[in-house]
């Protein structure tokens, strides 16, 4: 068999001699290239190494390409773009990084590459970078405007929480409404919160309450966990979903120091899922002593109600004793004075002068002597009176 | 009536009779309706717990509320 270079040393290699030791067996470029690819990741396992970004290219294809450099060297480096998924934000021109991979070989070209998975700026950099990116770009639409901000209703009947249905994030908000509020309805509206497809699946989540509409109140919420795992919360799909959202979001993601775009679109931002649940819904215990503080003040105000109607009718009472009283005595005085002034028009005032008055037995007054007859029985009005008279002789003075 | 619209109910009643100018009539009706409220409202907080549910979206676009087992 006549050994032919193009189909590699493993066909046409002799038992006694290596690959490539003599013209004969001379090996392929690409045989070359792709060994050195073999090696290399072989002998090195996946590694962090520190330098500054240089040459960024994003190309069309969507992968990204640089060259990582320190003072003395520099390699070319790649991340393919299934992995730029999992960046934040590609880095800027000299920035400091720390990148994640393998050392490998292009062996079209024949390069040494660095072959990048990761990949973390100084100071969370790209994190920061991207946080601030979509930060701006709802900020100069409105949407983080402090007056979207709506209120929570105050007492929600039912509440939708997206969330992983496994998680602890959701295991914290029923025991927190359990506790606080047993009789309001938790809906669960199943979403991943972390990994490639949390963005989408929890966008989706909180459209599909949008468009249900039965709930009084949604919380978007996951437990506390790395940049990493939080990622998804930074989404400018979500944070759309959730302005689009027609009732009130709550955000409860992470812990405190983690703030995330959700955070920021959310009508109240809570440190954690359980804050959120605390925060949607009022202790029951509270609102029980709230009723009684109301039971307390219309059974006071009711009291003083009627302690006022008894006082008026007490007052009316003495009022119309005094308008009596006063309306007695007018009448009193009125008559006295009547009385006065027929006393003095009376003919008896003449009898306190000391005259008298004759009267017949029938009553009638006696003025004229031819009234009298002799032996006519009389009365004699005095004073003080009277006297039974008899008419002995009746004498006329003549007439003048 | 939703324990929501009872609370707020409840304050205006408690407003109403608390303020000055008010037939006894009218006070004493206030009064009456504000007793049911306390008590159906006191009713809706002793309610048992609410089950634990999850949205399902059906293929038409309609909802449907599914339990959860806890």
């Not at chain 2, 608390?18 to 159906?40: H, I, N, Q, Y």
Request: glycine fraction near 6%; charge should be positive.
């Amino acid at each position: 068999m006549t050994p032919s270079p193009q189909f590699g040393f493993s066909l046409t290699a002799r038992a006694d001699a290596a690959p490539g030791a003599d013209p004969t067996s001379a090996v392929a470029v690409s045989t070359l290239t792709s060994t050195a690819r073999d090696i290399l990741e072989g002998a090195f396992p996946p590694i962090w190494v520190r330098g500054e970004i240089t040459g960024f290219k994003a190309h069309r294809n969507g992968h990204w390409y640089f060259t990582l450099r320190d003072r003395m060297a520099q390699v070319r480096a790649v991340v393919w773009s299934k992995d730029t998924r999992s960046i934040p934000a590609p880095p800027d021109e000299g920035m400091m990084i720390a990148a994640y991979g393998n050392l490998s070989v292009y062996p079209a070209k024949g390069e040494m590459q660095f072959v990048v998975r990761r990949m973390e700026a100084e100071g969370d950099g790209l994190w920061a970078k991207a946080i601030e990116r979509t930060r701006l770009k709802l900020e100069a639409e409105g949407l983080l405007a402090p007056e979207r901000k709506r209120p929570l209703p105050r007492y929600p009947r039912r509440v939708a929480v997206v969330t992983s249905p496994d998680g602890a994030a959701l295991r914290d908000i029923i025991s927190v409404m359990r506790r606080r509020a047993p009789a309001v309805e938790i809906v669960v509206v199943p979403a991943a919160v972390q990994g490639d497809s949390a963005a989408l699946e929890l966008s989706r989540a909180v459209a599909r309450v949008s468009r249900w509409r039965e709930a009084d109140v949604v919380i978007v919420a996951r437990g506390g966990g790395s940049r990493e795992d939080l990622w998804a919360f930074n989404d400018e799909r979500l944070a759309r979903a959730i302005v689009a959202c027609p009732i009130p979001v709550v955000s409860g993601v992470g812990h405190e120091v983690d703030v995330t775009i959700c955070d920021m679109v959310a009508d109240v931002r809570a440190a954690t899922p359980s804050a959120a649940a605390e925060t949607v819904v009022r202790d029951h215990a509270e609102l029980a002593n709230e009723l009684r503080v109301a039971e307390r003040r219309m059974s006071r105000a009711l009291i003083k109600r009627v302690d006022r109607a008894k006082a008026d009718v007490q007052w009316l009472a003495s009022a119309l004793r005094s308008r009596l009283v006063r309306t007695t005595e007018r009448r009193r005085a009125r008559v006295s004075e009547l009385a006065g002034r027929l006393h003095a028009l009376s003919p008896l005032a003449t009898l306190n002068r000391g005259y008298g008055v004759a009267r017949s037995t029938d009553g009638r007054a006696l003025t004229s002597a031819t009234a009298f007859s002799p032996d006519m029985p009389f009365e004699l009005l005095l004073r003080d009176g009277t006297v039974a008279a008899r008419a002995t002789d009746v004498r006329r003075s003549e007439p003048a | 009536m939703s324990f929501e619209q009872r609370l707020r109910r409840l304050e205006e009643i408690v407003g109403e009779l608390e303020s000055e100018e008010l037939e006894l009539d009218r006070a004493l009706k206030l009064f009456e309706e504000g007793v049911t409220c306390l008590r159906a409202a006191t009713e809706d907080l002793g309610k048992v717990e609410a089950r634990v549910q999850r949205l399902v979206e059906r293929t038409d676009g309609t909802f449907e509320v599914t339990d959860v087992r806890e």
